[in-house]
Nanobody
Framework: QVQLVESGGGLVQPGGSLRLSCAASGSIISINAMGWYRQAPGKQRELVAT???????NYADSVKGRFSISVANAKNTVYLQMNSLKPEDTAVYYCNANLWTPDRNLEVWGQGALVTVSS
């Protein structure tokens, strides 16, 4: 059983910063890629950022230049550093991992972390 546990969400003022963490645990052989998605009220879930095992990153245009994704491989943890936050960044942020267990390839989601950008 694999779990992704997110932390770091909360309330922040516009222009502020926040860092989300997502730690993967369980019987993990390797992680192919990890990423962050978000779902704002009344909207579809959208890709925010991804990072592959080779270190390649990809960002949504709406966050490019403001957000940064990184990993700590030894801890199977992915981070999302969010700077210059805007009210439109308000959403539930979900961590995602594509990984290998001893017997299968899995796509796993975190529980979600609420980020509220407001004065």
């Amino acid at each position: 059983q694999v779990q992704l546990v997110e932390s770091g969400g909360g309330l922040v003022q516009p222009g502020g910063s926040l860092r989300l963490s997502c730690a993967a645990s369980g019987s993990i052989i390797s992680i192919n890629a990890m990423g962050w998605y978000r779902q704002a009220p009344g909207k579809q879930r959208e890709l925010v950022a991804t990072i592959t095992g080779g270190g390649s990153t990809n960002y949504a245009d709406s966050v490019k230049g403001r957000f940064s994704i990184s990993v700590a491989n030894a801890k199977n943890t992915v981070y999302l550093q969010m700077n210059s936050l805007k009210p439109e960044d308000t959403a539930v942020y979900y961590c995602n991992a594509n990984l290998w267990t001893p017997d299968r390839n899995l796509e796993v989601w975190g529980q979600g972390a609420l980020v509220t950008v407001s004065s």
